[in-house]
């Protein structure tokens, strides 16, 4: 099957219009008035990735007006959180600029709360701050709108290369999933912000609730394997996301622990963390001290705790909830961004004011805006990037025209909401410059290569429709396999191979390399994936995407003989982190035409 194909013609493409989409579509025409910017977004805009349900918080917020906090503080606590691997001059960039988005956001009619007595925003913590975020997406998602053409659900399949240089980009494939047409767009320059990933582990709700995971299920890992595919180079990608979560609901701690300050202990009703300190010490030794004590760490206590029987832990909101003000704040908390978690309360006779609540760690994810930093290695600002870490525009990765924003960029961690919009803004401002300075020099398309995918892309349309009536018993099919079914054998293979939650995140190199043969026999079966409408088409080429980012976290993780970040995983066969291998960044690049992968130290340099 050959739909027609729909072309594009633009000069900044954004893939995903989500906070850094949104916050590149809105720089791009600030600075591109003449130029033609174009996003293309698998859901609707409006109500599309990590935010569509809404957030309670700003996680990135200096307060420079009010004094509250300078950019090189805010690089001192990422570093410290991500226990010195991290990108400084790309932490302090965003740091520097993320004050006037926030600003923007209220203007554009988000309420944030205020303290009464200062008239301040209202903090969650040094860096947080407090909102009534219900409709956090689609007040931005607005800005985004009236300044790019938005195509609604065109799933981005793959990058385009450009004809004579193929480490340039010159475009984006992929199918709109209500018309089944292919859409073709040739670009300029390009930027991909499609988000981090979930479902690439074994999530611990399965069955009917496996669409509750902590980040948005449909988070599915394309910012990454797009840009692997075009052999971008990818860093940290082992650097995976444990978070603390309100036990199956996955509900957010930080406005109880920080705002509210509630207190979380074993069953015992002991303070775990400070009783594991001299432990943790001997584990990572100054780090132990670092306050706040590093997110890793903070799972580490809670995991050595539980192994030893001493769960459940217990986030005490009874001691803390004296007013009718703290009980509606903590409701509120849960109903703007994790619902499920105040139907879970409801449903299992849990009065905040009387219970405590469970925690529980989460299954790993695989994202760059959270306290993790896996994705793309950029250039960075020219005014304080090291010159090995500057080829030239801000946020372009290793492929000429290529940008990225948000969950898209590696090293620079805690950018959340906020730090993803003007992480957008500055690719989106970049990606523009690029263009004009490219303007004589428009790329090529390889027509060969549209012609290959689009034939490809379609395939698990044909494969389902030539092999549905051999089904055998039930929904038993000899000759193909459904995407379901395929994301399944991943999680499982992650799971129990890769540092999964059901063997508390350990695993080691004979584990890891069972893993990547597993993988690969998995990768044959994508051959024979099909797809019984769009949607699953869609679901398919997720299920391609997750697998190839699953194929660079075994990777970087068999590379780096240590554990790296405790409490985000555990390599039994080198149990301690060691320095000075440790202060490096992993770095990768897959060859397409060679299907091998590369993989190399880059150093991590402190100025700040
Ligand atoms: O506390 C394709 N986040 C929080 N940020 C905060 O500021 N405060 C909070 O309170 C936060 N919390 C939180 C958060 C997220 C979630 C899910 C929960 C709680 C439950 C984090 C932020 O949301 C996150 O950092 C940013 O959203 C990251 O931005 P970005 O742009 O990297 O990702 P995105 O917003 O998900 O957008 C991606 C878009 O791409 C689309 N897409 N489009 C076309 N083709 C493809 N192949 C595509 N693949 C994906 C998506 O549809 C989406 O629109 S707290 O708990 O941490
Ligand atoms: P969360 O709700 O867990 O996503 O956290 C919201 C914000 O608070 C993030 O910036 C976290 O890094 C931070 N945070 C959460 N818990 C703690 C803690 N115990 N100490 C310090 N910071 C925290």
């Known amino acids: 099957m050959r739909p027609r194909i729909h072309y594009v013609d633009c000069d900044v493409l954004i893939v995903g219009g989500g906070f850094g989409g949104c916050g590149a579509a809105y720089e791009a025409r600030y600075w591109g008035r003449d130029l033609k910017i174009v996003v293309a977004e698998k859901a609707n805009i409006t109500r599309s990735g990590a935010v569509a349900h809404g957030l309670s918080a700003i996680n990135c917020y200096m307060g420079m007006r009010w004094g509250e906090n300078r950019p090189e503080d805010f690089v001192h606590y990422v570093r410290g959180d991500l226990m010195g691997l991290v990108r400084e001059d790309l932490v302090y960039d965003i740091a520097r600029h993320v004050d006037s988005t926030v600003h923007k956001f209220e203007e554009w009619g988000l309420p944030i709360m205020k303290d009464p007595a200062t008239g301040h925003y209202l903090r969650e913590g040094r860096w947080q701050v407090m909102i009534h975020g219900e409709s956090y997406k689609p007040i931005i998602a607005e800005a985004a709108v009236k300044s790019a053409e938005v195509h609604n659900r065109v799933m981005v399949t793959h990058l385009l290369r450009d004809k004579t240089d193929p480490n340039r980009v010159a475009g984006a494939i992929g199918f709109h999933m209500r018309e089944g047409t292919c859409y073709v767009f040739r ?173 529980m760690t989460s299954e790993p994810y695989v994202m760059g805006s959270h306290a993790t930093c896996s994705g793309a290695w950029a250039s960075g600002p020219d005014d304080c990037a090291p010159t090995d870490y500057q080829w030239g525009y801000n946020r372009m990765t290793t492929v000429a025209g290529l940008f990225g924003a948000g ?62 009536n051999e089904i055998v018993a039930g929904s038993v099919a000899p000759h193909y396999l459904t995407p379901l079914q395929g994301l399944q054998r991943l999680e499982k293979i992650m799971d129990e191979y890769a540092g999964g939650y059901s063997l508390f995140y350990v695993t080691s190199a004979p584990l890891l390399n069972r893993a990547l043969e597993l993988v690969a026999m998995l990768k044959e079966d994508l051959h024979q994936l099909g797809a019984e409408d769009l949607h699953q088409l869609m679901r398919a080429w997720e299920l391609h995407h997750r697998v190839c980012t699953a194929e660079a976290v075994i990777r970087h993780t068999l590379f780096r003989e240590e554990t790296r970040w405790p409490g985000y995983y555990y390599r039994a066969d080198h149990p301690t982190p060691r320095d000075p291998d440790w202060h490096v960044f992993t770095a990768s690049r897959y060859d397409t035409r060679s299907d091998t992968w590369q993989l190399e130290k880059l150093p991590v340099h402190h100025f700040i």
Request: aromatic letters at 8%; proline letters at 6%; glycine letters at 8%.
């Open 187 to 359: 670009a300029r320059a390009v930027i991909n912000a499609a988000g981090g990933a979930s479902h690439i582990f074994r999530p611990r709700s399965v069955g009917e609730g496996a669409g509750r995971t902590w980040y948005s299920p449909w988070s599915s890992a394309s910012a990454y394997a797009l840009l692997i595919q075009a052999g971008a180079k990818m860093i940290q990608m082992e650097n995976r996301i444990v978070l603390a979560r309100f036990k199956d609901g996955y509900g957010p701690v930080g406005a109880w622990m920080l705002l509210l300050k509630a207190p979380s202990t074993n069953a015992y009703g002991e303070d775990f963390e400070a009783q594991r300190l001299e432990e943790i010490r001997a584990l990572v030794g100054p780090y132990a001290d670092t306050r706040p004590m590093p997110t890793c760490l903070r799972n580490h206590a809670m995991l050595q705790e539980m192994k030893a029987g001493r769960g459940p832990i217990y986030m005490h909101t009874q001691n803390v909830i004296d007013s009718k003000e703290k009980e509606d704040l903590g409701w509120e908390d849960f109903l703007d961004m994790t619902v499920g978690q105040a139907v879970l309360w409801a449903a299992q006779n849990i009065d905040p004011r009387e219970r405590p609540s469970e925690l």
């Open 407 to 468: 969950d898209t960029i590696g090293g620079s961690a805690h950018k959340f909401s906020s730090g993803s919009f003007t992480e957008g803004r500055i690719a989106g401002k970049a990606a523009v410059k690029y263009v004009r300075d490219h303007a004589t020099q428009p790329p090529q398309l390889d027509e060969a290569q549209v012609q290959e995918l689009h034939q490809a892309i379609f395939r698990p349309l044909d494969t389902y429709a030539v092999n549905r």
